[in-house]
DNA sequence: GCCTTTTGATACGACACCGTTCCACTTTCG
DNA sequence: CGAAAGTGGAACGGTGTCGTATCAAAAGGC
């Protein structure tokens, strides 16, 4: 129920905006547990004491833990798809030219912020979060296919092989952050896109 | 303390055969537990169920239930470690071909016993199983860099495309498994065979 | 047959998190 | 000022799991 029938501005501020700033505080809140905590201790409360609201208003914006931090990692993938889809918006030039323009994206993308990327590090930790991560492993597998490789895009050896390139990017990037692999970013971005290039070789393997 | 001071057989079985046995039960039951109900729902007290006993004997033999997941999860490393090693003993060929015997042995060794896979699948729900499967995939990827394809195994670009390969693998053996890729055995593991036959061009850069 | 080990099952206290409810206090508005 | 809405914090009951302790019955040794 909870009609709100009555409601009235508090210090300066509509009952809307107040209610979409609580939201947008949980949310920070959500990605400063992450990164202090993991994604395993990012308990209702642990958010609600960072973000310095009770956990009546958590349950106002979100349903459970789970709610916030699905949020939260879909915030992320969305940031990773505009960044894409900037970085190929203009992009006439060979696979190969567009395969280091889709790395780079996705690298800058994830490492602006770093409380986000252990979150999607660490989405397997949670079942709804590693679904999510599931389903866009799909998507920029299909991206991969479709717009950055020139193979077939029903060919189940090449969405394979690409699958595999966007899951195992996923693992070494994760491990880049948290600085176990020599490598600077543009070595890194090489690295990677030689290995994507490597898949417009597989489907007609 | 407990020292055992005055054992006895008991059903004409040895006090020392009788824990092995006991332990043997709680880690097949631990399997069957992952099996049926995935890693985060493996309680202590599920294990003991399907075992057939009781919580006394679980801690009997494992400090906790990180311990049994953990000892499951090594076996199943052990398993595939020695089925890589069989499958390269003799091998004198070329690149392309000890790739391949190497993600066959992979493949058939983890399909062995689909409870261990979905283990292995869903390490990361847990972080003790997480850390053992990243140290398993450091070791794949050393072997696949020392014993299996011509590169320098200090190049590390050439290291972070194994790792790539090894975890992007692991995802797609994941999907193989659960029957949502359409490929049959053999086009499945040539299709990974031929990402990984690409890494031999990476290190050169 | 009596005593001790072994076993299986249950009960227990502790803890953590959940999601809700209650209450005292502040701010708005008439 | 006083009534009503908004806020913050604490308290509560419920649930699930942990790891330990207890106890009666089964099985072996003498």
């Known amino acids: 129920m909870q009609v709100t029938e009555l409601v009235r ?29 993991g994604v395993a201790d990012t308990t209702a409360e642990a958010i609600c004491g960072r973000a310095g609201l009770s956990k009546r208003y958590f349950y106002e914006s979100f349903a459970d833990r789970e709610a916030v931090l699905v949020a939260a990692l879909d915030r992320l993938f969305e940031a990773v798809r505009t960044a894409i889809n900037t970085a190929l918006a203009g992009t006439t ?35 709804a979060l590693e679904q999510r991560r599931a389903l866009a492993f799909d998507e920029f597998t299909q991206l991969l296919v479709e717009r950055v490789l020139d193979v077939d895009p029903h060919d189940a050896r090449a969405r394979t092989a690409a699958l595999l390139v966007v899951a195992g990017t996923t693992e070494v990037l994760g491990r880049w952050l948290a600085g176990d692999v020599p490598l600077g970013e543009a070595e890194f971005v090489q690295t990677i896109a030689g290995i994507g290039l490597a898949l417009t070789a597989v489907g007609s393997g």
């Not at 508090?10 to 209610?19: I, K, L, N």
């Not at 190969?96 to 590090?121: F, G, K, M, N």
């Open 9 to 37: 501005p508090y210090r300066g501020v509509s009952a809307e905006d107040r209610r979409a700033r609580r939201r947008e505080q949980l949310l920070e809140a959500c990605l400063d547990a992450v990164a202090a905590s």
């Open 93 to 127: 030039g060979r696979a190969a030219d567009r395969i280091e323009r889709t790395v780079s994206a996705l690298v800058a993308a994830i490492s602006a912020d770093p409380r986000a990327a252990r979150l999607y590090v660490e989405a397997p930790r949670h079942r």
